[in-house]
């Protein structure tokens, strides 16, 4: 989030302080809200996150994402999303390789 100056202004009453500490104390402000939980935490929006996810995110378990669902909720053990990740991982590096040469 964005602090303006007005905001610096009010909050620096001592003046001794730099930027960058009225920043720091800011911000572990707000990360003790968001532990205690009194502050949202920030959402990751679908199109940031990345592929290799297999865990089912909440707008997807809602009632209005329910339609385009094609089957029920598959729950998967630890080692079973280790093997899933690391093999599609492995796809994405190894798409590329050609193993006439060796």
């Known amino acids: 989030m964005a602090i303006t100056l007005k905001d610096v202004k ?9 930027l960058l500490d009225i920043i720091l104390k800011r911000k ?5 809200l968001r532990q205690k939980g009194l502050a949202k935490s920030r959402l990751q929006r679908p199109w940031e996150s990345s592929a290799e996810s297999i865990e089912q ?4 378990r809602k009632s209005i994402m329910k339609p385009y669902q094609k089957g029920g909720v598959v729950e998967l053990s630890e080692e ?4 899933h990740k690391i093999t599609v991982r492995a796809k994405t590096l190894f798409s590329n390789l050609n193993l006439k040469d060796l």
């Open 28 to 32: 572990e402000r707000k990360a003790k």
């Open 10 to 18: 009010d909050k620096n009453t001592q003046g001794s302080d730099s």
């Open 80 to 83: 079973e999303k280790l093997l």
């Open 57 to 60: 995110r909440g707008h997807q």
